[in-house]
T-cell receptor, first 108, second 112 residues
Framework: KNEVEQSPQNLTAQEGEFITINCSYS?????LHWLQQHPGGGIVSLFM???GKKKHGRLIATINIQEKHSSLHITASHPRDSAVYIC??????????FGTGTRLKVLA | GAGVSQSPRYKVTKRGQDVALRCDPI?????LYWYRQALGQGPEFLTY????????KSGLPNDRFSAERPEGSISTLTIQRTEQRDSAMYRC??????????FGPGTRLTVL
């Protein structure tokens, strides 16, 4: 079993839809990082969180450390949100453990 | 510079050739990481530097892969005698300490 699993692997949504991407993990962590990988390949950091909830614009990230689960929500989705969203575990050392990503496509 | 830069952005080479991939981290970042990302997969850890010291090279696939960061800034990942299975996106990231990592644009390596 992988240490970190994301679901769904692929997601197609219509513009304006509310989107949820899930990340479940099985190891102890100190923080969890949500990354966005653009179609061109660049990786952008969205959130790093260790508890509760963070919001930035239309993006909301939540984490439940006890349940070992995090979600990334996108409200009022837009085609420019189309990207791969990657969950990465941070154990407090230098290593990230990466999920395989969720490929999101938002249709106009 | 403002962000992590990598060069070349694209590299096509013939099997058996050596390649050197360069990473220029954000100024002042002491930690530098190399990752490899296959198509459709998340990044895979290769190696980590703290200043010039290579603290962890457990992710390097075999002894054809090596990395250095001689002055604690720019780093080079070298692949000797390349094989087709080495084709991937090679990413570099840097961080101030062991916190948020900032990723470079990557070098897409294609071995023919």
């Amino acid at each position: 079993k992988n240490e970190v699993e994301q679901s769904p692997q692929n997601l197609t949504a219509q513009e304006g839809e509310f989107i949820t991407i899930n990340c479940s993990y099985s190891v102890g962590i100190s923080a969890l990082h949500w990354l966005q990988q653009h179609p061109g390949g660049g990786i952008v950091s969205l959130f790093m969180l260790s508890s509760g909830k963070k919001k930035h614009g239309r993006l909301i990230a939540t984490i439940n450390i006890q349940e070992k689960h995090s979600s990334l929500h996108i409200t009022a989705s837009h085609p420019r949100d189309s990207a791969v969203y990657i969950c990465a575990l941070f154990s407090g050392t230098y290593k990230y453990i990466f999920g395989t990503g969720t490929r999101l496509k938002v249709l106009a | 510079g403002a962000g992590v830069s990598q060069s070349p952005r694209y590299k096509v080479t013939k099997r058996g050739q050596d390649v050197a991939l360069r990473c220029d981290p954000i100024s002042g970042h002491v930690s530098l990481y190399w990752y490899r990302q296959a198509l459709g997969q998340g990044p895979e850890f290769l190696t980590y530097f703290n200043y010039e010291a290579q603290q962890d090279k457990s992710g390097l696939p075999n002894d054809r892969f090596s990395a250095e960061r001689p002055e604690g800034s720019i780093s080079t990942l070298t692949i000797q005698r390349t094989e087709q299975r080495d084709s991937a996106m090679y990413r570099c990231a840097s961080s101030l300490g062991t916190d948020t990592q900032y990723f470079g644009p990557g070098t897409r390596l294609t071995v023919l």
